[in-house]
């Protein structure tokens, strides 16, 4: 071998050492924990929802409860009602199935405790650090937090799909006409039939076909005064298959 090509492969492996040292040297970015967060329409427990299988698990509604069905047990998390802004520093009970339309199962003592409205009781639930005390107790926001809560736009209810969602913008007044749209169709007769099918299987009264366009017909149950009143009507669809519900307010 030359001179000159044993020159070349020693400058060749001083190169490769080098850049060998300079990745191990090199640190890899911390991932940072995002932690949860979302508004919506709580799911105050019934022991009858429990016997109808609406909600996979038992509770005990004496007690500062909160069940979700994406944090695992024992997240911490902080209960708020925006409409007042208290709230509830408190873990995660159980993790539990419950139809997708809640975003959590709470008791009726944190339900009195927060001061919920029974027909429309909106919640926001975050996910706080694992480095705190936490004592599931009464409490007020901080000053941030109120400001938030007060001036966080909450118009309307817009769930296109409520199996991906975490939260929408929410109306939390009372009397409050909200639709149920179950399908939209290209032809009307396809919208008629299903209508049909759904009148022999649950009980509605308020189900009608909506003529959109030419080419769209929306199948949907309402207005309904609150948002109580339309639950019963989704548990009832979502027995049957329907998941991907949407709601509007009129």
Do not use: W
């Amino acid at each position: 071998m030359s001179l000159k090509v044993k020159f070349l492969v020693f400058i060749l492996i001083v190169l490769l050492y080098s850049c060998a040292d300079y990745n191990a040297g090199k640190s890899t970015p911390k991932k940072i924990k995002q932690y949860y967060s979302s508004r919506g329409f709580a799911l105050i427990y019934d022991e009858i929802f429990y016997i109808d299988k609406v909600i996979s698990k038992k509770i005990n509604n004496d007690e500062i409860i909160v069940m979700h069905n994406k944090l695992k047990k024992n997240t911490p998390v902080k209960i708020i009602n925006p409409e007042n802004s208290k709230i509830i520093d408190t873990k995660i009970f159980k993790k539990a199935n419950y139809p997708n339309i809640f975003n959590a199962v709470v008791s009726k003592k944190i339900a009195s405790i927060l001061e919920l409205d029974a027909d429309n009781p909106y919640i926001e639930i975050i996910e706080t650090k694992r480095n705190k005390t936490f004592v599931a107790k009464e409490g007020n926001t901080f000053e941030e937090e109120k400001n938030v809560a007060e001036k966080a736009p909450v118009n309307e209810i817009k769930m296109d799909d409520l199996t991906k969602k975490d939260s929408k913008s929410v109306k939390s007044e009372v009397k409050k006409n909200f639709i149920l749209v179950i399908s939209d169709f290209y032809y009307i007769d396809s919208a008629n039939n299903l209508k049909k099918d759904l009148l022999k299987k649950i009980n509605i009264n308020n189900i009608s076909v909506k003529k959109i366009n030419n080419k769209k017909y929306r199948l949907l149950v309402g207005p309904f005064e609150n948002f109580n009143a339309l639950k019963n009507t989704y548990i009832s669809l979502n027995k049957l298959g329907f998941a991907g519900l949407n709601i509007y307010k009129e």
